[in-house]
C-alpha cells in the first residue's frame, strides 16, 4: 500500500475546509437576498396608460401597515392608509381594482350589509376619495348597464322619505341627482328593494321598477353632470 504525502493530505483538507466556507456563504448571500424581498408584500401593483397604483406593507414592522404610492409621469403621491381617515376600509382588504378610467383606479369594498364603499385613487388628487356606493361598472349582483364607465352611483334620503340617486363621474367628481318618486318605496325601503334595473346610454339614465301585478315603472332623464 502507497503511503499518502503528509503535504497531500493538507492540502486535501484545508480544499475541502474551504469549500464548505464557500457553500456556506452562498447560503448566506441568498438567505440575505430572499429576507429583503419579503420585507415589502404588494397588495396593488399595476400600471395603465402611464398611470400606476401601488399598494404594499411593511411586515418587519406591521403586516397591516398599509402605503399607497399612485401617480403618473409628471405627479407622485405617497399616503399610509392607517391612518384615521381611512380605518374604515378594513386591513387587509380587498387588491381588486373593479375599473379604470383615464385617471383613477377604483376599489370596492364593503362593511357589512348595504354597507359599501368605493376608494378611487385619482392621479390629479394627493388624497383618494372614499365614499358610500351603490352600483359601479360591471356590478356583479345588480342590474346596472352603462356605456360610461366612468360613471357609478350613491344613494341618498332625502326630506320626502324617500331616495335619491346620486350619478357620479369618478375623473371629475362631477355629479347630478335623480329623485326617485314616492310611490316607489317598497320593501324596506333599501335601493335594491326599490330598483330592479338602471340603464345608461348616451347621456340617458333610464330606472325601471317591476310590480307584482306585470306593471312597469319607468323613469327617464338625461343627465346633467356638473
Known amino acids: ?41 404588494f397588495w396593488i401593483d399595476t400600471i395603465s396608460n402611464g398611470k400606476f397604483l401601488k399598494i404594499y406593507s411593511k411586515p418587519e414592522n406591521d403586516w397591516q401597515n398599509l402605503t399607497a404610492e399612485y401617480g403618473n409621469e409628471n405627479k407622485k403621491h405617497k399616503i399610509d392608509l392607517r391612518t384615521e381617515e381611512y380605518q374604515m ?16 383606479f377604483a376599489l370596492i369594498n364593503g362593511c357589512g350589509t348595504n354597507c359599501r364603499y368605493v376608494l378611487i385613487f385619482n392621479t ?11 352600483y359601479y361598472p360591471e356590478i356583479k349582483h345588480a342590474d346596472y348597464k352603462t356605456d360610461n364607465r366612468n360613471l357609478y352611483i350613491s344613494v ?14 369618478t375623473d371629475s367628481q362631477k355629479k347630478d341627482k335623480v329623485n326617485l318618486p314616492k310611490d316607489w318605496n317598497r320593501g324596506i325601503g333599501q335601493i335594491y328593494d326599490i330598483i330592479d334595473k338602471i340603464e345608461i346610454k348616451n347621456s340617458k339614465i333610464k330606472i325601471v321598477q317591476y310590480q307584482e301585478n306585470g306593471i312597469k315603472k319607468e323613469l327617464n332623464r338625461i343627465l346633467t353632470l356638473k
Open 124 to 134: 390629479e388628487s394627493e388624497k383618494p376619495i372614499v365614499m358610500p356606493i351603490e
Open 1 to 41: 500500500m502507497k503511503k499518502i504525502p503528509l503535504i497531500l493530505i493538507i492540502l486535501t483538507f484545508f480544499g475541502c475546509n474551504q469549500k464548505e466556507k464557500n457553500l456556506n456563504l452562498a447560503k448566506t448571500e441568498t438567505k440575505t437576498q430572499l429576507t429583503e424581498k419579503s420585507e415589502t408584500i
Open 156 to 169: 341618498e334620503q332625502n326630506n320626502y322619505n324617500s331616495l335619491n340617486l346620486i350619478i357620479i363621474e
Open 89 to 104: 376600509l378594513g386591513i387587509p382588504f380587498t387588491n381588486q381594482i373593479e375599473w379604470i378610467t383615464e385617471k383613477s
